[in-house]
């Protein structure tokens, strides 16, 4: 399993900063916390820094069932009496007028809004319907004034029955690489050499799990989700599985 990272940039620095302060918060006051939400880099710098209070217990929310990327997490204390508390999480839905709108139109025009992408969780398209997780303190702008995305009308309401999605992937396939170092992987994802691999690192346009990564021996693990500029968003299944040549399995599963 890959070991932590630690911050690596000022944005970073400043991000640990004030979940720090939410730690110190919840462990000093004996009071339940909560962040704003996270992406999966995020939450693998808030977790590591949750370690350092052990009278804090975690729990991270995406506000539905299934695979939630963007999640808040609850801080409790404890050895305190576990008090009810209402998590800051809404889900809004609104039906679909137009089958040519995307995850991302939605998030542009959220963004239009000066809404600010920590307060946004993850937008599932299901059955005819957008669902945006979101953060309460945002709700009633998005179902306010979300009005039109793509020229298209849409009217937003507080969804409270239960959600769940799991994703759905446009394309699967299995291939085998020769090592597990982020050139050989991006090579496989794309189709591409090696060298054409390496030259999209050392450029920045690659991340793993939301975290820009500059060195061609970078590990990939099971379950890495990897992001190549214009190229789209994968996500990597490796069982440890081996060919008789000796190359390792993966499976590519692309958003």
Partial sequence: MRGYI?????????????????????????????????????????????????????KLLSGYDGDGERKIAVCCPRYSDKESFAAPVKVLRAHLTSEDISHK?????AMSLKIDRD????????????????????????????????????????WCEPLEYYKVYSEERTTTVASLRADSVVAAVLNKSRTEAVKLIRQGNVKVNQMEIDNVDFDIFDNDIISIRYNGKFKIFCDGGKSRKDRIFIKIAKY
């Fill in 6 to 58: 630690p911050p690596r940039s000022s944005e970073e620095q400043v991000f640990v900063k004030r979940i720090t302060r939410i730690l110190e918060l919840c462990d000093g006051l004996g009071k339940v916390q909560f962040t704003l939400f996270m992406d999966l880099r995020q939450q693998e710098l808030f977790l590591a820094a949750a370690n350092k209070y052990p009278d804090v217990e975690i």
């Fill in 119 to 158: 307060y946004m969780g993850d937008i599932i398209i299901k059955d005819d319907y957008v669902y945006i997780v979101c953060h309460r303190n945002v709700s009633d702008i998005i179902t306010d004034e979300l009005c039109s995305v793509k020229k298209s009308y849409v009217c937003f309401e507080e």
């Fill in 105 to 109: 139109d939605f998030l542009g025009a």
